[in-house]
């Protein structure tokens, strides 16, 4: 066997395969992760924009599992980095390495279980979602309608898609409306299915075993390591990216909540018996002692509500009792959504009410829902230390692990300080950009301090001036949904005449309304929260990002104001650790959004005076990329003025297209067919034919297949060919039809 490629060369054949130019960032960061699996060290690496991360923990991870036999995982944070892995990078890798490594590398994409469609509801074998029975009845003729509609596209696109990935279906429908045609795991009937054989989930599992790298997300990353469901392959090399929203989805992932309507739920699919009736009778107790509750954290639990959790809890335990099906009997969809919905109660008052050491419990009175019992960890930093860093060498990347010039912020947050913390080594590789003279950061010093009350008339008149000047391909980032609705309805009617548009977020799906974005010069996209991270529109598109306030949590939010608390109690700076920190985090991802490629130019906008003013302005400054800083606001408007004149045409949009078994992006015909049928809806070949004992056939293994056959080339010779089981290779022939 001939030796094994180095990792430079690796690398530079990646990057030409991908069009790339050297950087020395990026083999700095690649080097660092292959010295980080030798020495079995954790690391953390702060690579800026254009370092070209991906491909710097990609290739090396590849080489990896080469070498061990192991595949390498992959979690990131956001859907878009995903998309951009598993259809963009990670098959142009592939094409490039094969040559160096004797076989192209396989990979796969695995999620949640509701994140796929159930072929077993699909035909009817649970009952139809609860929901629409909760909806005030003014609403309820309307809200069937349109969730007829999305079912009805939703069935018709099951007969199409080979993955069953929701996030193949452009555009996509309401969670209530895939609510109708998938389920989570607790619902699941797992092996006892009679349609196992076909589910999506199942086959995209058996597609992943074989691979070498699997690209996954926090919440499933986190789920597997910490209910020990051991749904990812055994393996020694775990890579986070966009690492700083580690420890925010692992808390998300293990909170946990309880509704009077999520407990009528359960004693309706729980049936008629006598518990059932008695926990449904709690309904109405549990919604009357949380409408009197207060929003925000509880301190202490009210003995009145104690005693109706426990009466909750009873009821659940008798009901779990009572439904429980008998050894060996077989258990239906609808006997499984019972089960999984009661334990579920059970499971929530019975957290509640231990009132463990770290929990935080607090209520939330939704205008749709009602009141919220919500109970989630203050910290998870130990959890993450015990169940992420445990037995595998992590790697954690970021364009945001540093603040205020520092790991120790990111690395305390995830189990990385303090007494028994592993090692591990802090990188920051720096980024290939001239931030100074690509960018001007401008702090509107002149405007009044944000308020409580909404904008007032002259921020109004700011980001209009501003908006005018840069002619549109403005992305505006606000800290609350309210004020980015405020600001886009302000503006479209001021600008209604100047050609340029207003999107909001809400207006459409996230990943629509940024590929109209991204299309349009004259157009400006206004959010909140998702636009401040994972956007990423290079060229002249977007050259001026406005941010309204500084990010801090909300003053009253039970997990940052318990943080605080507990920080000071033990003597810390609680403002400069959780809010400060938040906040220096979030703007400096949200100015990351302004920068993406080495010919980028653009102004990012605060119309917050305290950037500069406020005793804590330089530990925020410190947080963000070196930009030209300016108060000056006619040299940041001339300035915008004469990029608008000066601008080249936008970037083509990459626009996605259909995965197969186990998310790899299909080729061929059958990607080239995903203008038919229903418009933007990908057509797929059947999920029947695309695994054959957890092998998982490319489009061009079927070709030698189909060629080898015509030529009368026997099954064991091909077997031989493909390096591959007779077996595997006689079933696929089947499946094709080519017998």
């Not at 595949?71 to 980095?81: F, K, Q, R, S």
């Not at 059932?276 to 954290?297: C, N, Q, S």
């Not at 104690?306 to 609808?334: C, F």
Request: hydrophobic share 45%; aromatic share 4%.
């Amino acid at each position: 066997m001939p030796d094994f490629p180095d990792l430079t060369t690796l690398l530079d054949a990646a990057v030409r395969a991908v069009g790339g130019a050297d950087r020395p960032g990026q083999v700095q960061m690649a080097q660092a992760v292959e010295r980080a699996v030798e020495r079995e060290e954790h690391l953390l690496v702060q690579a800026g924009t254009g370092t070209g991360k991906s491909l710097a923990y990609l290739v090396p991870a590849i080489a990896h599992a080469f070498r061990t036999g192991k595949p390498a995982i992959v979690a990131t944070a956001t859907l878009a980095l995903q998309a951009q892995i598993v259809d963009r990078d990670l098959p142009r890798i592939a094409e490039a390495l094969a040559p160096l490594l004797g076989r192209r590398p396989t990979f796969a994409l695995v999620k949640g279980r509701s994140n796929y469609l159930c072929q077993h509801k699909l035909v009817g074998g649970f009952p139809e979602d609860d929901e629409a029975a909760l909806l005030s009845l003014g609403s309820v003729d309307r809200e069937r309608s349109r969730l007829g509609d999305e079912v009805t596209r939703l069935r018709e696109w099951a007969e199409l898609t080979e993955s069953g990935d929701r996030d193949e279906l452009v555009p996509g429908v309401s969670n209530r409306a895939w609510r109708q045609v998938s389920v989570n795991a607790h619902e699941c009937l797992g092996s006892r299915c009679p349609m196992v054989a076909e589910c999506f989930v199942e086959l995209s599992r058996e597609a992943a075993k074989e691979v070498d790298l699997i690209v996954t997300n926090h919440s499933f990353m986190a789920i597997d390591a910490f209910e020990g469901r051991f749904m990812l392959p055994e393996h020694d090399l775990l890579v986070v990216d966009e690492a700083h929203e580690l420890t925010d989805r692992v808390t998300s992932t293990i909170t946990d909540e309880l509704t009077s309507s999520s407990v009528s739920v359960a004693a309706r699919r729980a049936g008629k018996g006598e518990a059932a009736a008695r926990l449904e009778e709690m309904t109405d107790l549990l919604a009357d002692v949380l409408a009197d509750l207060p929003d925000g954290k509880l301190t202490a639990l009210p003995e009145r509500l104690v005693t109706t959790l426990q009466l909750v809890r009873d009821a659940a335990h008798a009901t779990l009792s009572e439904i429980k099906p008998d050894k060996g009997a077989e258990v239906d969809g609808a006997k499984q959504m019972a089960l999984a919905a009661v334990d579920d109660v059970h499971d929530v008052t019975s957290r509640v009410l231990e009132e463990r050491d770290l929990d935080v419990v607090w209520v939330n009175h939704d205008q749709r829902r009602g009141a919220v019992l919500r109970v989630a960890p203050m910290s998870v930093a130990m959890m993450v230390r015990e169940k992420i860093f445990q037995e595998r060498t992590v790697v954690l990347t970021s364009a945001t692990l540093e603040l205020g010039g520092s790991f120790d912020a990111v690395a305390g947050t995830i189990g990385l300080r303090g007494a028994g913390s592993p090692p591990w080594e802090g990188l920051d590789v720096g980024s290939p950009f001239d931030y100074p003279q690509q960018a001007i950061a401008y702090v509107a010093k002149h405007l009044p301090p944000p308020g409580r009350d909404g904008a007032p008339t002259v921020v109004f008149d700011e980001i209009e001036e501003l908006v005018r000047a840069a002619g549109g391909r403005t992305l505006g980032l606000f800290s609350s949904r309210r004020a980015a609705e405020a600001a886009a309805e302000e503006m479209r009617a001021r600008l209604a005449d100047d050609g340029i548009t207003v999107l909001c977020q809400g207006d459409d799906q996230l990943p629509t309304l940024v590929r109209r974005f991204a299309t349009d010069a004259s157009t400006c996209l206004f959010g909140t929260l998702s636009l401040w991270q994972g956007v990423d529109v290079p060229g002249s598109a977007c050259q001026l990002v406005i941010i309204d306030r500084i990010p801090f949590p909300r003053p009253d939010d039970p997990l940052s104001s318990a943080r605080t608390e507990a920080i000071s109690r033990m003597g810390g700076n609680g403002f400069m650790a959780v809010s400060a920190t938040h906040a220096a985090l979030r703007l400096a991802q949200g100015a990351g959004r302004l920068i993406r490629r080495s010919d980028d130019r653009g102004v990012i906008a605060f119309l917050d005076s305290r950037m500069i003013s406020a005793r804590y302005a330089s530990f925020l400054q410190k947080s963000l990329p070196p930009f030209w800083p300016t108060t000056d606001r006619t040299l940041v408007l001339r300035a915008l003025s004469t990029l608008d004149e000066t601008a080249s045409d936008v970037e083509p949009v990459f626009e996605p297209g259909a995965r197969g078994i186990g998310g790899a992006p299909l080729v061929g015909p059958s990607a080239a067919a995903s203008a038919a049928a229903q418009g933007t809806v990908p057509v797929a070949r059947s999920p029947r034919t695309a695994v054959t004992g957890g092998h998982a056939w490319t489009q061009e293994q079927d070709e030698e297949l189909r060629e080898g056959l015509a030529s009368a080339v026997t099954v064991e010779e091909l077997a031989e060919h493909l390096e591959l089981a007779p077996d595997l290779v006689t079933a696929r022939v089947n499946q094709l039809g080519l017998v």
